[in-house]
């Protein structure tokens, strides 16, 4: 049996994550101050450890990865418009949250870190699909602290017997995502259409994003740890798009209801287009992504469904 800790494991992705490790087997122990994640995403999974702080704190962190052969790092303050609302709070999670993780992991002897990054780190695109060696120009303070945060994991790894992988998330989606109005476009437009809200896109709708379901996005970190002697930076994502409007429309489709729909300003620190290159994550850790957008929506909707149901 194998000891993985994951910091944010109560927030969706890392849930997901822990769900996957719980499934084969092996002991997982859970970082999370629940200031974005849910317990109700752990209740599963009562045998996993869950120690309930934050990654600001430095004595929060003492002794928890004894033992613990890989960190999957998902803890951070997400979202281009939360950053800009709150620069500083965004930075001293991502950045100094950051460092913290890895000293404990320095200090515990951890194998590998598994870090969480995003599309953010780029900004806007000057070629698509975009490959990981694209200028990276954030529009957002949410962007350039994901940069940092890569870069420090990356840079440990140069000083220290320690791996890192910094996974770079397109636009992920899937169960355990709730409503958040700083999240991702799909549970905002879900949650406000299965309570019959008007749902508001932004600019002319034209814009694309390359989404990726979840489940692709735990498989990336299953594999990504499980490669020995490897470190880098991988765009982890679908490797196709759709407009905002075709998502609509599918939504439309999935949802039940009549949903009006209006348009609002383009807002700052959005790109206009966006298409990930993953062929280097398929190198060199076999990532494929399996789920097709018609059956990860389909999933979510199913899933937000239940979710909504019961509150």
Same mark, same amino acid.
């Given at each position: 049996?194998?000891?993985?800790?994951?910091?944010?494991?109560?927030?969706?992705?890392?849930?997901?994550?822990?769900?996957?490790?719980?499934?084969?087997?092996?002991?997982?122990?859970?970082?999370?101050?629940?200031?974005?994640?849910?317990?109700?995403?752990?209740?599963?999974?009562?045998?996993?450890?869950?120690?309930?702080?934050?990654?600001? /704190?430095? !004595? %929060?962190?003492?002794?928890?990865?004894?033992? +613990?052969?890989?960190?999957?790092?998902?803890?951070?303050?997400? $979202? =281009?418009?939360?950053?800009?609302?709150?620069?500083?709070?965004?930075?001293?999670?991502?950045?100094?949250?950051?460092?913290?993780?890895?000293?404990?992991?320095?200090?515990?002897?951890?194998?590998?870190?598994?870090?969480?990054?995003?599309?953010?780190?780029?900004?806007?695109?000057?070629?698509?699909?975009?490959?990981?060696?694209?200028?990276?120009?954030?529009?957002?303070?949410?962007?350039?602290?994901?940069?940092?945060?890569?870069?420090?994991?990356?840079?440990?790894?140069?000083?220290? /017997?320690? !791996? %890192?992988?910094?996974?770079?998330?397109?636009? +992920?989606?899937?169960?355990?995502?709730?409503?958040?109005?700083? $999240? =991702?476009?799909?549970?905002?437009?879900?949650?406000?259409?299965?309570?019959?809200?008007?749902?508001?896109?932004?600019?002319?709708?034209?814009?694309?994003?390359?989404?990726?379901?979840?489940?692709?996005?735990?498989?990336?970190?299953?594999?990504?740890?499980?490669?020995?002697?490897?470190?880098?930076?991988?765009?982890?994502?679908?490797?196709?798009?759709?407009?905002?409007?075709?998502?609509?429309?599918?939504?439309?489709?999935?949802?039940?209801?009549?949903?009006?729909?209006?348009?609002?300003?383009?807002?700052?620190?959005?790109?206009?287009?966006?298409?990930?290159?993953?062929?280097?994550?398929?190198?060199?850790?076999?990532?494929?992504?399996?789920?097709?957008?018609?059956?990860?929506?389909?999933?979510?909707?199913?899933?937000?469904?239940?979710?909504?149901?019961?509150?």
């Amino acid at each position: 049996m194998t000891r993985y800790a994951v910091t944010g494991g109560a927030g969706f992705i890392g849930s997901n994550i822990v769900g996957n490790l719980v499934s084969r087997g092996h002991e997982v122990i859970v970082v999370d101050d629940l200031s974005s994640g849910h317990e109700i995403n752990l209740e599963p999974f009562p045998e996993v450890m869950v120690k309930n702080g934050s990654i600001l /704190d430095e !004595e %929060a962190l003492d002794s928890v990865f004894d033992g +613990v052969d890989t960190v999957f790092h998902l803890a951070a303050s997400v $979202g =281009n418009k939360r950053s800009i609302d709150n620069p500083v709070l965004d930075s001293k999670i991502n950045v100094i949250g950051t460092i913290n993780v890895l000293e404990a992991c320095r200090k515990a002897g951890v194998r590998k870190i598994v870090v969480s990054s995003s599309a953010g780190i780029f900004g806007e695109l000057h070629e698509l699909p975009i490959s990981e060696d694209h200028p990276v120009e954030p529009d957002s303070p949410y962007g350039a602290s994901k940069l940092a945060a890569e870069k420090l994991c990356l840079a440990y790894a140069k000083l220290y /017997d320690i !791996e %890192a992988i910094a996974l770079r998330y397109f636009n +992920v989606f899937g169960p355990n995502q709730r409503f958040d109005a700083y $999240g =991702n476009v799909i549970p905002i437009f879900v949650f406000k259409m299965l309570g019959g809200e008007p749902i508001t896109i932004f600019g002319d709708g034209e814009q694309t994003r390359d989404f990726i379901s979840v489940a692709d996005v735990v498989q990336a970190n299953i594999k990504a740890s499980e490669t020995r002697a490897l470190s880098g930076a991988f765009n982890i994502a679908s490797g196709t798009r759709i407009t905002i409007n075709d998502l609509v429309a599918r939504l439309n489709e999935l949802v039940p209801g009549q949903h009006k729909v209006s348009h609002g300003p383009e807002r700052p620190g959005d790109v206009r287009d966006s298409l990930a290159d993953i062929s280097a994550a398929r190198d060199a850790f076999g990532f494929e992504p399996t789920v097709s957008m018609a059956d990860g929506l389909a999933a979510y909707v199913h899933w937000a469904m239940s979710e909504a149901d019961r509150a």
